[in-house]
């Protein structure tokens, strides 16, 4: 008699979820307001069909099947649907199409402290979350002493968690997550603001689970620590499936991809860039370089990189305000490079100039991250628009790891040491 298949962690067929573009929750009506806004609707209904309101997929036919014990890692660009998905998983929001199986207990870390009580202290909070996860007193309490040595906690475990720094609500709330021993553990992203020691334990954390026979569910854009936690990975574009398949070949494929991540030593041209300023003066092209053959170019951890900023202006200048700087996939800016800081005006002459702007060491974890480039007279400009020349998003660039050195990046912003010379 053969034996039956075994029971996968989690399955999803055909899953979709749908949003309305433009839709605001209103606050409470009276009876009279909401008398007249019917009105209105009435004596405007069809002129603004199509333009609020419009239904737009972020997941579209999602189906997969993920067996108890891997790691599976969900790799795409912003936008992709991936944080949707892990929503879905958590039971956060319903699919609002197709079906989706889940084979055992789910616990989640989507972000930093979710489910914290920030006037509670962490010794509650434990208990508190613990008790959301679905586990009994008796089992967290069997595992409060390893949650709160993991998370090296311990002389403020009865303090308020209002008072924690960023990094020990980190550690704690992912403490509990994995501690908890839930069948399934979805993570995303959460380990982007934790120190190079703290992403090592994290990530052998959840390696531990996996060989227990538990199921881990990884977001990130550290494609390193995909590689090395996950067997198998999912590549998400536009909602949809893309690749699913072992790590390193789904990795090769998003990596292949462009996504507005061009490749080093090479010139970007900047001309469709979405911008605002003045346009006296701007940038038209740029290229990047960490002077590494092992990486080919591409920047590394506490490396060098290097910039040449092609820059028009319609007549010689000084500027005094010259920046470039890196936002992480949240939009929190985490280097700035700008001569004001340094004191260092720039002068452009009428017509094409190069400048090279050079930063001494990028203390970032691996990862992507967005450039932006800023030039104005600070005088002068008295807002964005009055700037010369701003690019908030003009390209990304993956932060890579040199295996001969650790990273030891940060989250906070880094006010880098750089050098800046003008070569015509």
Request: net charge neutral; hydrophobic share 40%.
């Amino acid at each position: 008699m053969s034996t039956p298949p075994a029971r996968p962690a989690l399955r999803l067929t055909g899953v979709g979820k749908q949003y309305r573009r433009g839709l605001r929750r209103e606050g409470y009506q009276t009876l009279r307001e909401v008398v007249t806004a019917r009105v209105r609707a009435l004596a405007t209904r069809g002129a603004r069909r199509g333009q609020d309101g419009a239904l737009f997929w972020a997941l579209q036919d999602v189906s997969m099947e993920v067996p108890r014990g891997s790691a599976l890692g969900l790799v795409g660009p912003n936008g992709a649907g991936k944080s949707t998905l892990l929503k879905i998983l958590s039971r956060v929001t319903e699919p609002t199409a197709g079906q989706v199986q889940l084979y055992g207990r789910v616990g989640s870390l989507l972000e930093i402290g979710t489910g914290f009580h920030p006037e509670l202290t962490g010794r509650e909070n434990v208990l508190l979350n613990g008790a959301i996860l679905g586990m009994k007193r008796a089992e967290i309490l069997t595992n409060f002493d390893a949650i709160v040595a993991f998370a090296e906690v311990e002389p403020f475990i009865d303090t308020p968690v209002k008072h924690y720094s960023s990094g020990m609500y980190l550690r704690l709330a992912f403490s509990v997550a994995a501690h908890l021993e839930p069948e399934i553990l979805l993570v995303d992203e959460v380990l982007a603001v934790g120190d190079a020691a703290f992403q090592k334990r994290c990530l052998g954390k959840m390696n531990d689970v996996t060989r227990e026979g538990r199921t881990v569910i990884f977001v990130s854009h550290n494609l390193d620590a995909i590689r090395r936690l996950c067997s198998h990975a999912v590549l998400l574009e536009h909602g949809q499936v893309a690749a699913f398949g072992e790590t390193a070949d789904v990795v090769s494929q998003y990596l292949s991809r462009d996504y507005n991540r061009p490749e080093p030593r090479t010139r970007i041209d900047l001309s469709a860039a979405a911008r605002t300023g003045t346009g006296a003066a701007r940038f038209t092209t740029v290229s990047y370089d960490s002077a590494s053959v092992e990486t080919e170019g591409r920047p590394y951890s506490d490396g060098p990189l290097e910039f040449v900023l092609e820059i028009e202006s319609d007549a010689p200048r000084r500027v005094r305000s010259l920046a470039l700087f890196l936002t992480e996939q949240y939009g929190t800016k985490v280097l700035n490079a700008d001569t004001l800081h340094v004191d260092r005006s720039v002068f452009l002459r009428q017509g094409r100039n190069l400048i090279k702007l050079r930063v001494h060491a990028l203390h970032l974890t691996p990862g992507l991250y967005r450039l932006g480039l800023w030039l104005a007279d600070p005088v002068q400009a008295q807002s964005v628009s009055g700037a010369y020349d701003y690019v908030e998003s003009a390209f990304e660039i993956e932060v890579g790891r040199l295996e001969s050195a650790p990273a030891s990046g940060t989250g906070a912003l880094v006010t880098c040491r750089f050098d800046v010379e003008e070569l015509f």
